[in-house]
């Protein structure tokens, strides 16, 4: 089983709807996440931390957490084509500065016009 | 100008050679890691340091070393004995609520 699982996708999505990501992880002990963008040939870049149950909210995007279930999710409202990117689910055991940071393979996803 | 820097952004290798790729960073960040990233692939951890002097092995680390002599480094040696070294390697540090990405160094075997 893999530490961090993600649908690999496509997950296609009209233009202004809402994309919902998800994320299962398999240790309990896994503590704080964090959500990431990655365009073709780029660097990931940060989108999102959150390590505490419920929702974090950053403009159009919001974490969900549950760690009693195991999953973490990323929705996307008002989609644009420019979110159009591959999405990375990371998960660290620790609050802090140490520990590895595991990612899944990530989700890919396609706003169309 | 804050952040992690990785160079080069290119970098070519020969059979038998061994590379070093620099990662610098200036976030005061304790905590550092190394990926590789093969086309369509997710990002697989070689090696990562949670502080000077001091790292450990990730799930690929055969074929590569590391050092961690100072708190703003991480540099990473792809030795010879990494037999398939062509891929995308990304360095990454990490404080308490963030972890940032450099700009990756594309290595190519020739």
């Known amino acids: 089983q893999k530490e961090v699982e993600q649908n690999s996708g496509p997950l296609s999505v009209p233009e202004g709807a809402i994309a919902s990501l998800n994320c299962t992880y398999s240790d309990r002990g896994s503590q704080s996440f964090f959500w990431y963008r990655q365009y073709s040939g780029k660097s990931p870049e940060l989108i999102m931390f959150?390590?505490?149950?419920g929702d974090k909210e950053d403009g159009r995007f919001t974490a969900q957490l549950n760690k009693a279930s195991q999953y973490v999710s990323l929705l996307i409202r008002d989609s644009q084509p420019s979110d159009s990117a591959t999405y990375l689910c990371a998960a660290t055991l620790g609050m802090g500065g140490g520990n590895k940071l595991t990612f899944g393979t990530g989700t890919q996803l396609k706003v169309e016009l | 100008d804050g952040g992690i820097t990785q160079s080069p952004k290119y970098l070519f290798r020969k059979e038998g050679q061994n590379v070093t790729l620099s990662c610098e960073q200036n976030l005061n960040h304790d905590a550092m890691y190394w990926y590789r990233q093969d086309p369509g692939q997710g990002l697989r951890l070689i090696y990562y340091s949670q502080i000077v002097n001091d790292f450990q092995k990730g799930d690929i680390a055969e074929g590569y070393s590391v050092s961690r002599e100072k708190k703003e480094s991480f540099p990473l040696t792809v030795t010879s004995a990494q037999k398939n070294p062509t891929a995308f390697y990304l360095c990454?540090?990490?404080?308490?609520?963030?972890?940032?990405f450099g700009q990756g160094t594309r290595l190519t075997v020739v």
């Open positions: 959150i390590y505490s149950n």
């Open positions: 990454a540090s990490r404080g308490n609520t963030e972890a940032f």
